[in-house]
């Protein structure tokens, strides 16, 4: 599977942008598919994911503004982010796994594929 993320920019804090990642190669729908990020001298950390399952599950500090959704016909996940807080500012990625255990999920070397990567900075 190849991933490829964008739809990251600058954004005032209280701003929302939508994150894609669309996906070739394979159907995601059979994939477990998540966002993780990365902010500057950080390590990678879960935001949310969909799991094969079909729940989804959030991190705490996103829960309530984040939105994960999936388009089949267009084989693409997005990432609605809503009430931008500077502290949200990171490198945002997707990634997609096979099976992938419900205690693994937040986990990012649980993920086979990667897409590059899209900057999102939020402005105070």
């Known amino acids: 599977v190849q991933l490829q993320a964008f739809g990251g920019g600058l954004v005032q804090a209280g701003g929302s942008l939508r994150l894609s990642c669309a996906a070739s190669g394979r159907t995601l729908s059979g994939y477990t598919t998540g966002w993780f990020r990365e902010a500057p001298g950080k390590d990678r950390e879960f935001v949310v994911v969909?799991?094969?399952?079909?729940?989804?599950y959030y991190a705490d500090y996103v829960k309530g503004r984040f939105t994960i959704s999936r388009d089949n016909a267009k084989n693409t996940v997005y990432l609605q982010m809503s009430t931008l807080k500077p502290a949200d500012t990171a490198v945002y990625y997707c990634?997609?796994?096979?099976?992938?255990?419900?205690?693994?999920?937040?986990?990012?070397?649980?993920?086979?594929?990667w897409g590059q990567g899209t900057q999102v900075t939020v402005s105070s």
């Open positions: 990634a997609a796994g096979g099976r992938i255990i419900l205690s693994s999920l937040a986990r990012p070397n649980a993920y086979h594929y």
């Open positions: 969909w799991w094969r399952s079909g729940s989804t």
